[in-house]
């Protein structure tokens, strides 16, 4: 793989203070707040840990400021005219968001952390979609966008396409932290202050990243190596690019070939942007749990 999955990168500065920190935490926590116990009794009692996981916890489960993010940018679709409507699939629905399209088309959304977890495997693509969209938002500023893109794109997404022929037509990766100093976007720049980030109610962004895949079911006899679509033919994609901005040398493509070796199935996933490979895979084999 190379290191332009995505543009951005994680911030090392960022990266190197929560390594820091972390050690400090795991070696001075005793020394917080007022639990009676010493040293040795506050790390053996389990209190120090039990309090990590909690944190941990209620940071991943919330999913309000995800929501109250994608309810802003499709409000915005809405009122720009991009999109006739969008509401809430609700918990009944194995996906989170429908958007009614111009001409009557409907495109499902399906919402995502940061690519690189298990989570990213589940989804069902409806069968009244014409587009199905996986859109991460990934909340953790210390992640490395360009590992969890690639692991979304070809570990995860590509796998359950090939093996389970669940077609994806396009992937966004944007969300409120893009474009802050702990996710620095080139495409804007290196100053944050110098007008070419989008404003957005109380958010300031870059343009989104934007990946096309192929229509159809990449098969080792029959469709080796399908295309990916164009920016015209997913009308949800083409509606973010036409709103919030980035050049057409920006969209990314991805392409998937599949074959045999022996009996196995194996892929090799590459992504193209304005013609150029920016990154690819070697020929391996679809990993099933």
Known sequence: MSDET??????PELRRLILE????????????????????????????????????????????????FVATVLDFLKAQGAIE???????ANRHDYRVDLHGGRIAIIELKGCLDGNNTNIFERPPHANEFIVWSVCQN????????????????????????SQIVDGLIVWD??????????PKVGSDPASGDLFQLSEYKLPPPCLYLFPSTVPSPRNNPAPPPQTLAEVHLMKAFSDVFGGQGGEINQVLFEVSYSSSETVRKTRIMRDGVEVATSGLTPIQRA
């Open 85 to 91: 409507d969008w509401s809430s699939a609700g918990e």
């Open 21 to 68: 920190y972390s050690e400090i935490l795991k070696t001075q926590a005793h020394r917080l707040g007022e639990h009676g116990l010493d040293e040795n009794d506050f790390y053996q009692s389990g209190l120090f840990r039990g309090v990590i996981e909690r944190i941990r916890g209620q940071l991943a489960a919330t999913m309000k400021p995800k929501r109250k």
């Open 141 to 164: 500023p210390g992640s490395d966008p360009r590992h969890n893109v690639w692991s979304g794109i070809h570990t995860r997404l590509g796998a359950e396409i090939i093996d389970r």
């Open 176 to 185: 409120m932290l893009c474009g802050t100093s702990g996710r620095p976007c």
């Open 6 to 11: 995505v543009p951005c990168q994680q911030n």
